[in-house]
């Protein structure tokens, strides 16, 4: 089983500032199937990107995915205030599919 | 726009039993594969099971292979999770997904949720 660690668990940062979360998986993801969803408190899980780096239809351009192999980040270039929820990764590639723990974006 | 409305969830008792069902709309439901994903109260995301689209592949965590089973009717745009011999840690709220469809086929991705529904195990 593939296991993704989220850092950090908590990021805390103002509006307008640039969001950088990491996802480390415990062996290579094969063909980057890596994919990252937003949480908000109360709502269903929101589909951001997939294949490490494309994002999904009606996503922002703030949000951007890189990475390869064992290591991928998402980006939010911007924060916008509806942009403060939890985040998780996920890689597809590998039976079981597994979740990182989650890296909750804050309001400073 | 793509509706995934889940039912079914409450208070069971350790090895009871409880199916679940998640009515899809907005899509041709038997085009896609599925599947199901649960959150633990304060928990992350725990992804449960998958099935093709035509119902005839399936897949299962680990933690529930053996005790819960999924299953599809695609006359009726209609999941399933039969869930027997839960267990307290089964508690959780419960998501069904559509999963992604790219130029390379079916993913495991899930690129939309319903809002889920809860089931509570306890005696």
């Known amino acids: 089983e593939i296991v993704l660690t989220q850092s950090p668990g908590t990021l805390s940062l103002s509006p307008g500032e640039r969001a950088t979360l990491s996802c480390r998986a415990s062996?290579?993801?094969?063909?980057?199937?890596l994919a990252w969803y937003q949480q908000k408190p109360g709502q269903a899980p929101r589909f951001l990107i997939y294949?490490?780096?494309s994002r999904a239809t009606g996503i922002p351009d703030r949000f951007s995915g890189s990475g390869s192999g064992t290591d991928f980040t998402l980006t939010i270039g911007r924060l916008e205030p509806e942009d403060f929820a939890v985040y998780y990764c996920?890689?597809?590639?590998?039976?079981?599919?597994?979740f990182g723990q989650g890296t909750k974006v804050e309001i400073k | 726009e793509v509706q995934l409305l889940e039912s079914g969830g409450g208070l069971v008792q350790p090895g009871g039993s409880l199916r679940l069902s998640c009515v899809a709309s907005?899509?041709?439901?038997?085009?896609?594969?599925m599947g199901w994903v649960r959150q633990a109260p304060g928990k992350g995301l725990e992804w449960v099971s998958v099935?093709?689209?035509?119902?005839?592949?399936?897949d299962y965590a680990e933690s529930v292979k053996g005790r819960f089973t999924i299953s599809r009717d695609n006359s009726k745009n209609t999941l399933y999770l039969q869930m027997n011999s839960p267990r307290v840690e089964d508690t959780a709220v419960y998501y069904c997904?559509?999963?992604?469809?790219?130029?390379?086929?079916?993913?495991?991705?899930?690129?939309?949720w319903g809002q889920g529904t809860m089931v509570t195990v306890s005696s």
């Open positions: 997904a559509k999963r992604l469809k790219t130029d390379t086929g079916m993913t495991r991705a899930f690129d939309f």
């Open positions: 907005g899509i041709t439901f038997s085009n896609y594969g």
């Open positions: 099935i093709s689209a035509t119902g005839g592949d399936a």
């Open positions: 062996q290579s993801v094969s063909s980057s199937y």
């Open positions: 294949g490490a780096s």
């Open positions: 996920q890689q597809y590639g590998s039976s079981p599919v597994t």
